[in-house]
């Protein structure tokens, strides 16, 4: 009797799941034909057959040269049920295109350069498949710091074109920092500008930066295909992902007015801020706290893509709403303990913590109509500071092999910050007085300090 009691309830389990397989099933059918574009019209159909038949050639090409390439279609991926790390299997009856055809006029895939040789039949043996190849090369901006090579071009974007649709391959760079990299896509004078409508790629019109993502393969309508496997984090990583490269023909500029300090000092203080800028940002990161370079981390950045030796510090902004208490903990765990604490979240918040000689400063930012804000505070008077800035959107960029943000009006904030003559070196400077956008902010009242003047 129990003998027969396990049997019975075995079947039973496998039944359960097979129902409960066969109703997720159902289940992301309907979800893809509400979502999708599936038509009935006989011209849809066509289109979207001209969409599937150009990614199937692709893809034979990609086979064929080992091409390392992935997914990034931002309406493809916006069908698929988001972080799954189960099966996707869209395998569609017949000629039907569920996933794949989003009745656009392009699909968008990534190769990652660094797992990819060049190689020039590539044109040849994409023309034997019927697609049309556009290459669209740019400069490298790996070499934009170095005089004799800075100009030399590679390839950024690739088109094929077959039947009024194109895939989009977007060229990923691997760059010190161990971040992908795409650039613009710029095209010459000669190029056809009807070739696709460039205007509506999804990646290009920017440059753009991104984390290597971990990528599995999926069978999108009868096509094997590697996507990123959270796709929820790429597509948020999508929509900011513009990329700023630094400005390093006026640094060299800059460097020539003012030579760079090679004292073994100087030396000394860049090991040091870079090494505690990797860890403030590993473990702002491990946090989900987004953060960009402030004050005059920015400034170096800015003026001279690299620290400024002097300024014996890395600043650093948040958004407040961005902050969580769990912060300083965090900073101590890293082995960076809290320094100084001013202000509430409530109002002009401002962390400090101490590594080797160098120490971090936060400051959190406050949006108030167009302007934004972070305040100061002095730790004998109790006076109060506001430093105004015009509001801004965050970009990334790279400093001392890190990939980090900056504000992407970079000029805006460090003229607000420093005055028309940021890019002349000022070595006596004063936190209350010499910034051109502080203001007085009266007094922290005698009762509240202990809360807000910490100082360790
Ligand atoms: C996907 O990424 C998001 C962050 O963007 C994260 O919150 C989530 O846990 C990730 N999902 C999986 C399955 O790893």
Known sequence: MPRINKTVVLALLIAASSVFLLFQLYYYRQYVSKHGTVSNSKAGQKGSD??????????????????PVFLIDTAVLGLLPLDSTQQRDSQAEGPHCQTLCTHREFTTFALLAKLWKYDASLAQA?????LELLEVRGKDPRLVGLDDLSGTEIPLHFLFRRNGHAVHLVVFYERSGNYLWHGPLRLKPNMDRKFVPFR?????????????????????????????????????????????????????????????????????????????LHLAARTLTDLGVPFWLSSGTCLGWFRQCSVIPYSKDVDLGIWI??????????????????????????????????????KVDIFFFYEEGDIVWNGGTQAKSGKKFKYVFPRFTLCWTELLELK?????ETLDYVEANYGPNWNIPVKTWDWKTSPSNVRENGVWPVREWDEVIQVY
């Open 50 to 67: 001209a969409q599937w038949q150009v990614v199937k050639k692709f893809l034979g090409l990609v086979s064929k040269y080992n091409l």
């Open 126 to 130: 994409a023309a034997e498949r019927g």
């Open 200 to 276: 509506k790629l999804d990646f290009g019109r920017q440059a753009g930066a991104y984390d290597r993502p971990e990528l599995v393969v999926a069978s999108l309508d009868g096509l094997d295909v590697r996507i990123p496997r959270n796709i929820s984090r790429f597509l948020s990583e999508r929509a900011q992902a513009r990329f700023l490269e630094c400005r390093y023909r006026d640094a060299r500029a800059f460097y020539q007015l003012y030579p760079d300090d090679t004292s073994p000092e100087a030396m000394d203080f860049r090991m040091k801020a870079k090494s505690l």
């Open 321 to 358: 709403r961005d902050y969580r208490p769990d912060i300083i903990q965090a900073f101590q765990k890293a082995g960076l303990p809290l320094k100084h604490k001013f202000g509430k979240v409530e109002d002009s918040l401002e962390l400090s913590f101490q590594g080797l000689d160098v």
């Open 404 to 408: 980090v943000r900056v504000p992407c």
